[in-house]
């Protein structure tokens, strides 16, 4: 009996040390894989090499990889406490590789490129450092054109970390006073995280879930749609009631944002999908590149977008897209074999780890039938042309991200000189430029052609482009959706002095609004006394901001404007002052 006991004591004690030690075994696994994914981590991403590009604490409006209209949003939103004229310094010895200076994007922009093959950008500024901001000027007055973009090699204007290179601004297109900051690399000039690098931002706010969608992937997902479900939180989980489907091939789509502890909604980094606990599908947002950025059109529910202004991201790839590092597992469609409950679950992180989650089921019942589209269908990887008696529009294999039942019409339009063009819908997008042909409605002289302007009306906004012709035939390229015509303009541009005529200007700048019947200032040019006059662009107005060529005391002066619509027409204007 003691024998026996003994080796069953003997034997639970092997079980037992067996069991300590693959515990222990584990353990270490994880931890080389810990060391692995920080070595790997540190070295992909350098930590701590780049500093704070401003001298405040870094406090976030937007994040890398946030959706934006037409693309993601490639860096980060640094807040200037609303701001303007805050010192933005190197992030990293370096040395400036680049400026723009344009009237919408970036505005006024410095690139820095530094010898760890990275390149940091600092965009809507106000003002170069004096020794750049003079180089700039006197290349601007060389040109006698404001809008730049110069490249300048190693040694022309070198930095050091911390090195005043800039002041923070509100130029181009931005909407309120803020940095934004880019770290690309330097040969790919991919954008790359910059939350990846170290940047000491508190956060410990986890990714937050108001809305779940799913889709039946049967059928494109603009038609019939997104099918919404109520989500509701249960402690740190998000969960809603059992989701019942009517098709066997199904996608989601979530409506989350992120947050940090200054309070703002931020992009979603990190999310994953799984079924009955297998990955179906994640996204990542890690790098994109500028010729990739469009693509956000492919990832979002375009139409709730644009129609309803929410920002929900789909938990799966429609067909047209082909966007690098972004999407791992499966392509997100979700294929229902049975009738059984299956639990779905998707997580969602940010860069610190912070993780909001949510869980449900689905099930299958009730199987709809499946509708056949029409012949006007237009797929993704297949150019299509489609034309009406008096219109044609050619679409290229990248037009579309989904199968879209692409209608065209057109209807008479009084102040045009041609049909108005029902180009589908502008809740749906387009990926690249396609061609669109119009038809005049009247014999047109080739003066009035030349004085002919193309529209595109998408509801939010309207694009116009001089277009060219073949014989009654007008065309030109766009990238959207909406409603097209040619109009005849024969009106002039104009701007308006922001002082009296003749009077003395005791301000420090001359400010101009530029006006237009149809389309755009498409040129503008100002003389001083018979001279070149640096005026800069923003927004709407023309700004020039005294300086040596029109000092104080130097008495009366005529200013000449001359400027060019859209469709070509040409005004001069003289305004007169005193300084």
């Given at each position: 009996?003691?024998?026996?006991?003994?080796?069953?004591?003997?034997?639970?004690?092997?079980?037992?040390?067996?069991?300590?030690?693959?515990?222990?075994?584990?353990?270490?696994?994880?931890?080389?894989?810990?060391?692995?994914?920080?070595?790997?981590?540190?070295?992909?991403?350098?930590?701590?090499?780049?500093?704070?590009?401003?001298?405040?604490?870094?406090?976030?409006?937007?994040?890398?990889?946030?959706?934006?209209?037409?693309?993601?949003?490639?860096?980060?939103?640094?807040?200037?406490?609303?701001?303007?004229?805050?010192?933005?310094?190197?992030?990293?010895?370096?040395?400036?590789?680049?400026?723009?200076?344009?009237?919408?994007?970036?505005?006024?922009?410095?690139?820095?490129?530094?010898?760890?093959?990275?390149?940091?950008?600092?965009?809507?500024?106000?003002?170069?450092?004096?020794?750049?901001?003079?180089?700039?000027?006197?290349?601007?007055?060389?040109?006698?054109?404001?809008?730049?973009?110069?490249?300048?090699?190693?040694?022309?204007?070198?930095?050091?970390?911390?090195?005043?290179?800039?002041?923070?601004?509100?130029?181009?297109g931005s909407a309120g006073p803020h940095l934004h900051f880019e770290i690309r690399d330097s040969k790919t000039e991919e954008c790359i995280n910059p939350l990846l690098f170290g940047f000491n931002i508190p956060d410990g706010i986890a990714p937050i879930i108001s809305g779940l969608y799913w889709?039946?992937?049967?059928?494109?997902?603009?038609?019939?749609?997104?099918?919404?479900?109520?989500?509701?939180?249960?402690?740190?989980?998000?969960?809603?009631?059992?989701?019942?489907?009517?098709?066997?091939?199904?996608?989601?789509?979530?409506?989350?944002?992120?947050?940090?502890?200054?309070?703002?909604?931020?992009?979603?980094?990190?999310?994953?999908?799984?079924?009955?606990?297998?990955?179906?599908?994640?996204?990542?947002?890690?790098?994109?590149?500028?010729?990739?950025?469009?693509?956000?059109?492919?990832?979002?529910?375009?139409?709730?977008?644009?129609?309803?202004?929410?920002?929900?991201?789909?938990?799966?790839?429609?067909?047209?897209?082909?966007?690098?590092?972004?999407?791992?597992?499966?392509?997100?469609?979700?294929?229902?074999?049975?009738?059984?409950?299956?639990?779905?679950?998707?997580?969602?992180?940010?860069?610190?780890?912070?993780?909001?989650?949510?869980?449900?089921?689905?099930?299958?019942?009730?199987?709809?039938?499946?509708?056949?589209?029409?012949?006007?269908?237009?797929?993704?990887?297949?150019?299509?042309?489609?034309?009406?008696?008096?219109?044609?529009?050619?679409?290229?294999k990248n037009a579309v991200y989904d199968e879209v039942n692409f209608t065209m019409s057109e209807k008479p339009d009084a102040d045009a000189v041609s049909n108005a063009i029902i180009l589908n819908s502008p809740y749906i997008p387009i990926h690249d430029h396609f061609t669109l042909k119009i038809?005049?409605?009247?014999?047109?002289?080739?003066?009035?052609?030349?004085?002919?302007?193309?529209?595109?009306?998408?509801?939010?906004?309207?694009?116009?482009?001089?277009?060219?012709?073949?014989?009654?035939?007008?065309?030109?390229?766009?990238?959207?959706?909406?409603?097209?015509?040619?109009?005849?303009?024969?009106?002039?541009?104009?701007?308006?002095?922001?002082?009296?005529?003749?009077?003395?200007?005791?301000?420090?700048?001359?400010?101009?609004?530029?006006?237009?019947?149809?389309?755009?200032?498409?040129?503008?040019?100002?003389?001083?006394?018979?001279?070149?006059?640096?005026?800069?662009?923003?927004?709407?107005?023309?700004?020039?901001?005294?300086?040596?060529?029109?000092?104080?005391?130097?008495?009366?002066?005529?200013?000449?404007?001359?400027?060019?619509?859209?469709?070509?027409?040409?005004?001069?204007?003289?305004?007169?002052?005193?300084?």
């Open positions: 009996m003691k024998s026996v006991g003994y080796k069953g004591n003997f034997r639970n004690f092997k079980i037992t040390l067996k069991t300590i030690c693959m515990k222990i075994y584990s353990q270490l696994i994880l931890l080389v894989c810990l060391i692995n994914s920080i070595t790997t981590f540190s070295q992909n991403y350098p930590q701590g090499y780049f500093r704070n590009p401003l001298n405040i604490p870094i406090n976030l409006a937007a994040n890398f990889g946030a959706v934006r209209s037409n693309h993601f949003h490639m860096g980060l939103d640094i807040r200037t406490n609303s701001q303007e004229n805050l010192s933005v310094v190197a992030a990293a010895d370096g040395y400036i590789s680049r400026i723009k200076v344009e009237r919408y994007g970036f505005g006024n922009a410095v690139y820095v490129t530094h010898p760890n093959g990275y390149t940091t950008v600092y965009a809507h500024l106000n003002k170069y450092f004096d020794k750049l901001d003079e180089f700039v000027k006197n290349q601007q007055y060389k040109d006698e054109k404001w809008e730049q973009d110069i490249s300048f090699s190693p040694n022309q204007f070198p930095v050091t970390k911390g090195q005043l290179i800039a002041l923070s601004g509100n130029t181009g889709y039946d992937r049967r059928f494109s997902t603009y038609e019939p749609g997104a099918n919404g479900v109520a989500v509701k939180k249960a402690g740190n989980v998000y969960t809603s009631n059992i989701i019942q489907v009517n098709s066997p091939e199904i996608s989601f789509a979530i409506k989350a944002v992120d947050k940090v502890n200054q309070g703002f909604n931020l992009g979603i980094y990190d999310a994953e999908l799984l079924m009955d606990g297998k990955l179906v599908y994640s996204f990542k947002i890690d790098r994109i590149h500028y010729n990739d950025t469009r693509y956000i059109n492919g990832c979002v529910d375009y139409t709730k977008f644009v129609r309803d202004k929410m920002s929900i991201q789909h938990l799966s790839n429609l067909p047209g897209i082909k966007l690098l590092n972004y999407s791992s597992g499966s392509d997100g469609i979700i294929n229902l074999q049975d009738n059984d409950i299956h639990t779905i679950e998707i997580i969602l992180k940010d860069v610190n780890g912070n993780t909001g989650r949510f869980t449900t089921k689905v099930q299958l019942s009730n199987v709809s039938d499946k509708i056949l589209s029409s012949n006007k269908t237009v797929s993704s990887n297949e150019s299509k042309t489609i034309k009406t008696e008096n219109a044609e529009i050619n679409l290229t038809k005049s409605n009247k014999k047109l002289s080739n003066e009035e052609k030349d004085k002919t302007v193309m529209e595109l009306n998408y509801g939010s906004d309207k694009n116009f482009i001089k277009p060219k012709w073949k014989g009654d035939w007008a065309e030109g390229e766009f990238n959207r959706l909406g409603t097209a015509k040619l109009l005849l303009d024969k009106s002039l541009p104009s701007v308006t002095p922001g002082w009296k005529e003749g009077a003395l200007v005791t301000t420090d700048l001359l400010r101009l609004k530029g006006s237009t019947k149809i389309g755009d200032i498409e040129s503008f040019r100002a003389e001083l006394d018979g001279k070149w006059l640096r005026f800069a662009r923003i927004k709407d107005d023309f700004v020039y901001f005294f300086d040596e060529k029109c000092p104080k005391g130097s008495g009366s002066h005529i200013l000449k404007v001359i400027t060019v619509n859209t469709a070509g027409n040409i005004n001069t204007q003289t305004f007169a002052f005193q300084r």
